[in-house]
């Protein structure tokens, strides 16, 4: 049995500032749509607490997040939405997964705590 398993639901997408980007992704993400870096920095990013953020829309949802299509750019995503659920915070604490389990409908409820540590590492 997964301990999780992406529903595509976005719960993850939303909120403000959560998903950086480094200067690799940044080329790879501009690349996948076509335009150029700066073009990307411009329009869809921009900088919080002295990283560089991808923007959100008036729904709060990371500006790529359609909610009848998914990501729009799946196959380049960032690093943090690659990690996701397995960050160190929810893999090192038993207390932050319990919350993650109740917000994100992919992580199974019936999994164990050992269970998503091990899916998380292999």
């Not at 992704?25 to 990283?51: D, N, Y």
């Amino acid at each position: 049995m997964k301990a999780f398993e992406c529903k595509m639901c976005g719960t993850c997408c939303y909120g403000e500032g959560g998903i950086s980007v480094q200067e690799d992704e940044i080329k790879k993400i501009a690349r996948f749509l076509g335009i150029t870096p700066e073009s990307f920095l411009s329009e869809f990013c921009q900088k919080i607490g002295g990283r560089i953020s991808i923007k959100t829309g008036p729904s709060k949802f990371c500006i790529f997040f359609d909610k009848k299509k998914g990501c729009r750019i799946h196959p380049v995503k960032p690093r943090p939405c690659s990690l996701w659920p397995f960050y160190p915070a929810l893999l090192n604490d038993k207390d932050n997964w319990e919350m993650a389990k109740d917000a994100c409908p992919g992580i199974n409820p019936d999994s164990s705590f050992e269970n998503f540590v091990k899916q998380g590492r292999e």
